[in-house]
């Protein structure tokens, strides 16, 4: 079987894979319409396996890692799916308390993925805490393919509120000083811009390619916002200029990044859409951000 590299995978199946991941066409569809890119030593299995996730091998700071304490714990979400699972992680080597970063997943539940961004966030001097929607559904599932089917069958304004719960669940928490951000991709993109809309108490907020909120709750932002957008990530960046025109009109502190020739996550770094330079660039930037605005 052909090795694949990303030379090997066209645009037209990077934008077909984010169909699928975003639930505009059936598992179905999306394997007949790859197929027909499935020619000579490039087969259908070979294509599938490299578009898909592979987390085992590109976890970055592991479960066990000696410098964090890092660990389950269940919090109340009342308006939203009840009690909420959600991965907590904090240096093993905290002096005195630390600001929070809420952690959000995409449209798929808590995946290894989310999990090590919520590790990375805690090893960066922050307590995070990286919830799962699908908490009431039983949890991620073990698979994005059902993980995504899982979160379909869930209320977005439900999920909003598990959230929100989440950010007063961990401002409170005696490990927290009280000035917590968010980050979020993709749906979790969405969270951020819509718990910046919420909650006014809310320090930052940096969403990766999310859903803009719309013109009547984006003039209700005070939260500084950092944006990342992926060049070719068409289906978001439509709503960009709208979004971008009531920042400004409203004095709204925000700062966004366009990341060149890169898709739609662009930091997941588990799958072929994964882009190294803008990954890092982007992380480094959030950071900075947050330790502006938590610090």
Not at 199 to 225: C, F, H, N, W
Request: proline share 6%.
């Amino acid at each position: 079987m052909k090795q694949l590299t990303k030379e090997d995978i066209s645009q037209e199946i990077f934008d077909l894979y984010d169909d699928y991941a975003h639930n505009k066409i059936t598992r179905k569809e999306f394997l007949e319409k790859l197929s027909l890119f499935a020619v000579g030593a490039i087969t259908l299995p070979a294509l599938l396996s490299f578009i898909s996730p592979n987390y085992i091998e590109n976890i970055l700071i592991k479960t066990d890692d000696p410098r964090l304490n890092s660990g389950y714990i269940s919090y109340d979400s009342p308006k939203g799916g009840g009690t909420i699972k959600g991965l907590f992680s904090i240096p093993k080597d905290a002096k005195a308390k630390l600001p929070g970063i809420i952690v959000v997943h995409e449209n798929r539940g808590l995946n290894p993925y989310i999990e090590d961004v919520g590790r990375r966030a805690a090893l960066e001097g922050f307590v995070s805490l990286a919830p799962d929607a699908l908490t009431p559904l039983g949890g991620y599932p073990g698979n994005d393919d059902d993980g995504r089917t899982m979160q379909s069958k869930r209320n977005q304004q439900e999920m909003l509120e598990d959230f929100i719960a989440a950010f007063e669940y961990l401002k409170k928490h005696p490990s927290c000083n009280g000035q917590v951000g968010v980050v979020g991709f993709c749906f979790g993109g969405w969270i951020s811009n819509m718990m910046a809309v919420k909650l006014p108490d809310l320090k930052a907020a940096v969403p990766y390619y999310g859903r803009q909120p719309s013109e009547e709750d984006a003039k209700k932002i005070k939260t500084p916002l950092l944006l990342h957008y992926a060049d070719l990530d068409k289906r978001v960046n439509a709503g960009w200029l709208a979004f971008e025109k009531v920042l400004k009109e409203n004095n709204i502190k925000h700062e966004a990044h366009f990341y060149p020739n890169v898709n739609h996550g662009f930091h997941n770094n588990s799958t072929p859409r994964f882009d190294k330079a803008a990954a890092d660039l982007s992380w480094e930037r959030s950071i900075a951000f947050f330790n502006k605005y938590l610090k």
